[in-house]
Nanobody, 123 residues
Framework: QQQLVESGGGLVQAGGSSRLSCAAS???????WGWFRQAPGKEREFVAA????????YATDSVKARFRISRDEYKNTMRLQMDGLAPDDTAVYYC?????????????????WGQGTQVTVSS
């Protein structure tokens, strides 16, 4: 069974930093990987994504200047470095994988999802 496993997150103060990691098997080496988040009472939203080679990244406007996505293809690990965190960033963050060529911002195209990790930003 193919799995994505997130780690990191937790409680952080506003203005602080946190780093999320997503570990996967080599099965996902050619996939597009993404991060999505879901805050209480809100729909799941796209945060950032990276293509199979790590050469192309995508991010939603609200995090572009603060979050950085990266991928270690040899370790099959993806990371999301989050700086300048704000209370509005509080959510459960999910790692996901979509087949090559998928629209990286469309959650419906992601076939595999991690269990999610909580990020809470206190004001």
């Amino acid at each position: 069974q193919q799995q994505l496993v997130e780690s990191g997150g937790g409680l952080v103060q506003a203005g602080g930093s946190s780093r999320l990691s997503c570990a996967a098997s080599s099965f996902f080496s050619s996939y597009t990987w993404g991060w999505f988040r879901q805050a209480p009472g809100k729909e799941r939203e796209f945060v950032a994504a990276i293509n199979w080679s790590g050469g192309t990244t995508y991010a939603t406007d609200s995090v572009k200047a603060r979050f950085r996505i990266s991928r270690d293809e040899y370790k099959n690990t993806m990371r999301l470095q989050m700086d300048g965190l704000a209370p509005d960033d509080t959510a459960v963050y999910y790692c996901a994988a979509a087949p090559f060529g998928s629209n990286p911002r469309d959650a419906a195209l992601y076939d595999y999802w991690g269990q999610g990790t909580q990020v809470t930003v206190s004001s």
